[in-house]
């Protein structure tokens, strides 16, 4: 947690709290709003497959048996876009009929066009102009030492208990009998001294059958967390909210309209510093919404990589249509080992921040091992699997440092 004070220069200045309790959620696959990132990614990588040079700005809402796709989409990309959707729902695993949404019943609409033309001109690269980004707009990135991941331990942990019952839902016979795709957790941890010390508290809803009881669930959470989180920060006094509500039968699409989007914290750092405002899902990435935040996470990830800071957060600022950052801004709350303007110029030396440049530095046209419905759930970032989590600017930055 930070804390503003005033140096004695009249220069706001950052400091850690000594002691404070922070909280971070995790969204399953299959809650409505993440259903459609999956949705809107998976039309992103089959556009992006076939045309790396895809335009693509496309949202889903879904309800009751009931998806809708629109957007602004230029490609020469051959999509069935009802067919990417529906594979899209029934691999998060809402292939049963009868409980109010699933591959086999949804209606599917389709309401595409085109990217329009005044955006277009300012994104496109010609002989006389090098390609501006696609709006303007601030873009985040943070890491932290507290972790290995160099994540938020909080928004961590609360993916990692999500993703764990994902894989008993589908993996484990008991598991896939009771549980359905819909669940949220949430996770309180104490920090002291900005580092995590203890787990205060965990809370887990989750979708079910109507025949699960929830001494069942509680059983299992209790289960998932110990296998989930590192024991030094778990204890016996960590308060468990199971399925608070008493009951979850009725969840997905069939309990709460979903759309793109509407998980950014959740997406990022869990609360855990800035956030300029911007989506990702269902965004190419010439929109720097997406592709600059992934650059700042790289950015800020090496940073504390490099032993440059314990924590960091970057910012960079865009206008549309304008390939340089207005603007490039470093907080490492205290812990940096330089000056923050000093990080700002190395910053400015070492990474390609105009919009072609770092995407064809992370090969955001060209996913290798990694695709964008793998973003779309469990966070964006923290996972070694996508190129922004590479700490490969390490040695120079050291170096620039004058570090050894």
């Known amino acids: 947690m930070k804390v503003n004070v005033i140096s004695t220069k009249g220069k706001i200045m950052s400091k850690i709290k000594a002691e404070h309790v922070f909280t971070s959620e995790s969204v399953s696959e299959g809650h409505p709003d993440k259903v459609c990132d999956r949705i809107s990614d998976s039309i992103l990588d089959a556009c992006i497959l076939q045309d790396p040079e895809s335009r693509v700005a496309c949202e889903s809402l879904t309800t009751t048996n009931l998806i809708v796709v629109s957007g602004e989409i230029t490609t020469n990309a051959k999509v069935d876009w009802k067919a990417v959707a529906l594979k899209a729902v029934r691999d998060i695993g809402y292939s049963k009929p009868g409980i109010g949404f699933s591959a086999d019943e949804a209606e599917v609409i389709v309401r595409i066009h085109q990217q329009s033309g005044d955006i277009a001109q300012g994104v496109t690269a010609t002989r006389l102009r090098e390609q ?44 896939a009998k009771y549980l359905r795709p819909d669940a949220k957790s949430q996770v309180s941890i104490r920090y002291r001294n900005g580092k995590p010390v203890r787990v205060e508290s965990v809370v887990v809803s989750h979708q079910h059958a109507p025949e699960m009881e929830t001494a069942w669930l509680r059983r299992k959470c209790g289960e998932v967390v110990k296998k989930v989180i590192p024991a030094e920060l778990l204890t016996d006094e960590i308060k468990y909210y199971v399925n608070p509500t008493g009951r979850f039968e009725i969840g997905g699409p069939a309990g709460d309209t979903g759309l793109t989007g509407r998980k950014i914290i959740v997406d990022t750092y869990g609360g855990v510093g800035s956030h300029g405002g911007g989506a990702f899902s269902g965004k190419d990435p010439s929109k720097v919404d997406r592709s600059a935040a992934y650059m700042c996470r790289y950015i800020a990830k090496n940073i504390v990589a490099a032993g440059l800071a314990d924590k960091c957060e970057v910012q960079v600022a865009y206008a ?26 190395l910053i400015r030396k070492i990474f390609p921040l105009k919009p072609a440049e770092l ?38 930055l050291r170096a620039a440092a004058g570090l050894k």
Request: aromatic share 10%; glycine share 10%.
């Open 132 to 175: 501006g980004a696609g709006d303007q707009g601030m873009m985040f990135g943070y890491a932290s030492n507290e972790t290995p991941e160099l994540m938020p331990a909080t928004i961590l942990y609360a993916h990692r208990i999500m993703e764990e019952f994902a894989q008993l839902r589908k993996n484990d016979p008991e598991c």
């Open 359 to 396: 995407v064809e530095h992370l090969q955001l046209k060209h996913p290798k091992g990694w695709c964008y419905a793998d973003t779309t759930a469990y966070g964006h970032f923290g996972k070694s699997i996508f190129p922004w989590e590479k700490t490969d600017k390490v040695t120079e």
């Open 320 to 345: 549309i249509g304008v390939a340089d950052p207005l603007s490039v801004n470093v907080d490492t709350y205290g812990t940096g080992k330089l000056p923050e303007d000093k990080l700002e110029e």
